[in-house]
């Protein structure tokens, strides 16, 4: 089955850039989804379809995806931004959706 | 105002049966797939189940398949859970999402706040 392999833990600090990646075979040819998830809260989606950012996401969101490598990039960081960070994709070869174990973004 | 509200959850003894429900308001029902995902106490995310908008199409993970299944009723504007042969692993918070399009293959855009699912002895 397919596989998203995330770092477990990012560290930034405020107003720095932080970049979170999302591996896969040919990850580049899939449609990646990114959802933020905060302590004890239900997750959100920041970015879909690889870079497009939902109403209500700041800009400072931004995706990328080519070939074996999807990448969230986050903008002069805030302490808000602290959170869970998790990609997903549809793997359309076994009709499966897949989310990538999660990234903790930790804002010193 | 889109809202998803689990119910059904609590503690059930392993091999045992539960029913998961999600009431959803606020969007056409039929229009959209509805899925659930789960997540077990400090890990990460587990998507679990999809149905289309029409209900024709449904989807499991592998870890679920032939022990869950997933249903709707339009009349109640709801999704079902129905889950058998419990497992200590299936603990976890259970949640319902919207997903943006008819059938599965894209992303989920409103979740529910989860209801919590113990599988113990």
């Known amino acids: 089955s397919y596989v998203l392999t995330q770092p477990p833990s990012v560290s930034v600090a405020p107003g720095r850039t932080a970049r979170i990646t999302c591996g896969g075979n040919?990850?580049?040819?899939?449609?990646v989804h990114w959802y933020q998830q905060k302590p004890g809260q239900a997750p959100v989606v920041v970015i879909y379809?690889?870079?497009d950012r939902p109403s209500g996401i700041p800009e400072r969101f931004s995706g990328s995806n080519s070939g074996s490598t999807a990448t969230l990039t986050i903008s002069r960081v805030e302490a808000g931004d602290e959170a869970d960070y998790f990609c997903?994709?549809?793997?359309?070869?076994?009709?499966?959706?897949?989310f990538g174990g999660g990234t903790k973004l930790t804002v010193l | 105002e889109v809202q998803l509200l689990e119910s059904g959850g609590g503690l059930v003894q392993p091999g045992g049966s539960l029913r998961l429900s999600c009431a959803a308001s606020?969007?056409?029902?039929?229009?959209?797939?509805k899925t659930w995902v789960r997540q077990a106490p400090g890990k990460g995310l587990e998507w679990v189940s999809t149905?289309?908008?029409?209900?024709?199409?449904?989807y499991y993970a592998d870890s679920v398949l032939g022990r869950f299944t997933i249903s709707r009723d339009n009349s109640k504007n709801t999704v079902y859970l129905q889950m058998n042969s419990l497992r200590a692993e299936d603990t976890a918070v259970y949640y319902c999402?919207?997903?943006?399009?008819?059938?599965?293959?894209?992303?989920?855009?409103?979740w529910g706040q989860g209801t919590q699912v113990t599988v113990s002895s």
């Open positions: 040919n990850i580049g040819s899939k449609s």
């Open positions: 149905i289309s908008g029409s209900g024709g199409s449904t």
């Open positions: 606020g969007f056409t029902f039929t229009n959209y797939a």
């Open positions: 379809y690889n870079s």
């Open positions: 997903q994709v549809w793997d359309s070869s076994s009709y499966l959706r897949v």
């Open positions: 999402a919207k997903d943006v399009g008819e059938d599965s293959g894209s992303y989920l855009d409103y």
